[in-house]
């Protein structure tokens, strides 16, 4: 077999294959016996059919295609470990002679793997940055305890709506004197201040009594999701129907312990202080890990092919379709929803996409680079990991990998978080 390979644009190579008339003779006898066990002729046994029969109901060609697709396979994985090329992309194969008693050729399109020189990665200086918990962030948090169990309570007589009070009130829209569909209400529940409604709507019935009335001017954002409303002026003619204020309890020792799993203020306080703490500590630890990584990627130097970004912006979508399914909605849902078509949404998806590219490009290298291998023992542990984050057993999720073949994917998984690491644990502190 001779291979020659030509570079071209874009990052692209071009193999051109020469295979011996002999393979393509092996792979017409391959095809007939296969084609034959697969066709049903009249007179015949499955698999007894000669070649001559095969030829008068399926045609030469079906033949020929079916013995090159044999040999072209075979050639062109042989070619790929001749010339060394990992392709990211799968093959454009175009073929340049196809006869019987003669040497095959054949030109195969690829793109392969780019070269990678890694930077500087082992010693980076990254600094971890400071826990300090203040007074303030715990106060919030019991603030959003005492939040937690309010109670509503119906405003005084003469009352007016007020910012955070929560209200019930009856609206129409209207857009140029005419009514839309959606804009119409009854007995709307809604919080002033919780901006659930566009522009400034809320804000337009403060000072209101229960009973009043008002016409609310608002102006539909530019990129609103409707687009026959999206920038025109609308008038909401309104009316309150009633206000709640929210009502605290008291922080006292009897109401933590009878309300929450605490014993008291103090007790309260100090385990909110600890846990904040060990959460921003983990905050912390895990936004230095990725600046490490961010590092080391920024230091590579790389060409990328497009194909690539774009092959992880499809992967990214297919994920979010399966998330978006487990949720009860699909992409076309989510699309309208989000007013974006497929070309916005892969555009949105880009740079994020990009920058992964060029991570998993730096662990590939800095693994050669150390010489970082995944052993069996690896892939168990991963395994185990993934069974317990799903709830199930490992032997189940063997049982998943294995029927969607999905091997390589978690031995590339496992040997990044290998690489990681060590690019982590190499690093020093600023």
């Keep these: 077999m001779n291979v020659t390979t030509e570079k071209i644009e874009n990052h692209k190579v071009v193999l051109t ?42 045609g030469k060609e ?15 994985d042989a070619a790929l470990k001749q010339e060394n090329l990992d392709p990211v992309d799968r093959p454009q194969v175009d073929i340049v002679t196809l006869e019987e008693g003669k040497d095959v050729v054949f030109k195969a399109t690829i793109t392969p793997m780019p070269e990678v020189t890694l930077g500087e990665y082992k010693g980076l200086k990254v600094a971890k940055d400071a826990v300090v918990v203040t007074d303030e962030q715990i106060d919030e948090q019991v603030n959003n305890i005492l939040n937690h169990h309010a109670k509503m309570i119906d405003a005084e007589e003469g009352a007016t709506v007020a910012n955070d009070d929560f209200i019930t009130l009856d609206f129409k829209g209207e857009v140029d004197g005419v009514a839309f569909p959606g804009g119409e209400g009854k007995d709307y ?22 009973g009043e009335e008002k016409d609310v001017n608002v102006t ?29 309890p008291e922080l006292t020792d009897e109401f933590v312990k009878e309300s929450t799993s605490y014993e008291n203020i103090e007790d309260m306080k100090a385990k909110l202080r600890e846990n904040t703490e060990k959460r921003m500590e983990r905050e912390a630890d895990t936004k230095r890990r990725n600046e490490i990584l961010k590092q080391a990627t920024d230091n590579i130097t790389v ?15 297919n994920e979010l379709a399966v998330n978006l399914e487990n949720q009860g909605m699909n992409l076309d849902a989510y699309l309208k929803y989000t007013n974006m078509d497929m070309d916005k949404l892969r555009e949105q998806y880009k740079e994020s996409a990009s920058i992964a590219v060029k991570t998993d490009l730096m662990l590939d290298a800095v693994a050669k680079a150390e010489d970082i291998k995944v052993e069996n023992a690896d892939i168990n542990a991963e395994i185990a990991l993934l069974a317990a984050t799903y709830g199930t057993t490992p032997q189940e999720v063997s049982k998943i990998i294995k029927k969607n073949g999905s091997i390589g994917n ?21």
């Design 303 to 317: 060409d990328i092919p497009e194909v690539m970004i774009e092959n992880r912006v499809s992967n990214m979508i």
């Design 189 to 210: 529940p809604l919080q002033i201040g919780s901006h659930s409604f566009i522009d400034n709507f809320e804000d337009q019935l403060i000072g209101l009594k229960v």
């Design 17 to 58: 294959i020469e295979v011996p008339a002999e393979e393509l003779d092996k792979g017409i006898k391959a095809a007939c016996k296969s084609l034959a066990n697969r066709v049903n002729i009249p007179g015949f046994r499955k698999g007894h059919a000669p070649r001559r029969v095969l030829e008068m109901h399926i």
């Design 62 to 76: 079906a033949i020929m295609d079916e013995a090159f697709d044999r040999v072209a396979q075979k050639a062109f």
């Design 220 to 248: 539909f954002p530019e990129e609103y999701h409707a687009k026959d409303l999206a920038g025109k002026a609308a008038v909401f003619h309104c009316k309150v129907n009633s206000i709640k204020h929210k009502q605290l």
């Design 410 to 430: 978690l031995v590339a998984t496992v040997l990044h978080k290998k690489a990681a690491s060590f690019v982590i644990d190499s690093a020093v502190e600023a």
